[in-house]
């Protein structure tokens, strides 16, 4: 079993919702640690959506997905959320919940800065 494992990705048509949800091992989640949300298209680098802190702190949002997703945590800090509203042709790609062991930095949409990678859930949107 992963230290980061994804569920709820799925095929919804556009203007649709999806919730994913990644499970976070106590290793992870018992000091300071940011948590993101990439995502990745065929022929397309891996891609920084959202971010938070898990003291619940300090949300980050990617310009395409601003106002349209949510990042969310347990009160328990043991599971992250991604609320996706609003879902567009172009929000298709593989979803990675990834994490480092501080609190989010100004280069949180930088993947190198990651030690922790889920690996993936597939959400497709039709138009």
């Known amino acids: 079993q992963g230290q980061l494992v994804e569920s709820g990705g799925g095929s919804v048509q556009a203007g649709g919702s999806l919730t994913l949800s990644c499970a976070i091992s106590k290793a992870i989640y018992w000091g300071n640690a940011c948590l993101v949300w990439f995502r990745q298209t065929p022929g397309k680098e891996r891609e920084a959506v959202a971010a938070?802190?898990?003291?619940?702190?300090?949300?980050n949002y990617a310009d395409p997905v601003q106002g349209r997703f949510t990042i969310s945590q347990t009160n328990a800090k043991n599971t992250l959320y991604l609320q996706m509203n609003n879902l567009q042709v172009e929000d298709t790609g593989v979803y990675y919940c990834?994490?480092?062991?501080?609190?989010?930095?100004?280069?949180?949409?930088?993947?190198?800065?990651?030690?922790?990678w889920g690996l993936g859930t597939q959400v497709t949107v039709s138009s």
């Open positions: 990834a994490a480092a062991q501080h609190f989010c930095r100004p280069d949180w949409q930088m993947s190198s800065s990651y030690h922790y």
């Open positions: 938070i802190n898990n003291d619940g702190r300090s949300e």
